[in-house]
């Protein structure tokens, strides 16, 4: 995949496209949403016990996902992460191709810049395409989705691949819905309830 293709995709808005993927949520699947703005279109796109939220740590979705998809091999996990905070973590990526976990379906939202703090540009804006980085480093399911259409249809795909899938897609600079509870303990244990391994207290 090349950068010019990266930004010839369709540019999408993150609530919308997280809202899509809820709705194909049917089998009690984790899904661990990064920092800021991809955690409130998560929690406004619909809560569930089995959603972890980010709070504060730039680039950890990707490997905390990792984890339960390794923990738990018969639950489809799904990690949201945007593209300032991957920069952060880049090295994830090659840890996951070489796990490879079959129930790992990641998806990078790309808006080009740190929205949280002022919407300075993402070095990755302008000379990287994180797609073409995620193959490179063994991650061969990795694509651009063109569309709304073509997302959801990648999605789809990744529950059936027989290994993890990552999907990139460029999103709008609108700022998140809603917000999450800023109580750690709180989204650890409920999330931890939420996969069966922690009883409530």
């Known amino acids: 995949m090349s950068t010019a293709l ?3 995709t369709k540019v999408m808005n993150r609530f919308d496209l997280t809202s899509r993927l809820v709705a194909k949520l049917k089998n009690e699947e984790a899904v661990v949403g990064g920092i800021g703005n991809t955690n409130f279109d998560l929690w406004a796109a619909g809560h569930r016990q089995q959603n972890f939220y980010m709070l504060g740590s730039m680039g950890l979705a990707f490997p905390i996902a990792l984890g339960v998809a390794l923990a738990q091999p018969q639950r489809r996990v799904f990690a949201l992460e945007g593209d300032g905070s ?5 090295g994830c990526l090659s840890t996951i191709a070489t796990l490879a976990p079959k129930n790992l379906t990641m998806v990078i939202m790309d808006n080009g810049i740190y929205q949280i703090t002022g919407a300075q540009p993402t070095p990755a804006a302008a000379s990287a395409d994180l797609i073409a980085i995620a193959l490179a480093s063994g991650l061969a399911n990795s694509a651009w989705a063109a569309d709304e259409e073509d997302f959801e249809r990648l999605i789809e795909q990744s529950l059936v ?3 993890p899938t990552l999907i990139g897609v460029r999103i709008d600079d609108k700022p998140g819905t ?3 509870p800023r109580d750690p303990v709180q989204i650890r244990e409920r999330f931890m309830q939420g996969l069966g391994v922690r009883q409530p207290l």
Not at 86 to 90: C, I, S, Y
């Open 178 to 180: 809603g917000s999450t």
């Open 161 to 163: 691949a027989d290994g």
């Open 86 to 90: 991957l920069l952060m973590q880049l």
């Open 6 to 8: 990266a930004r010839n």
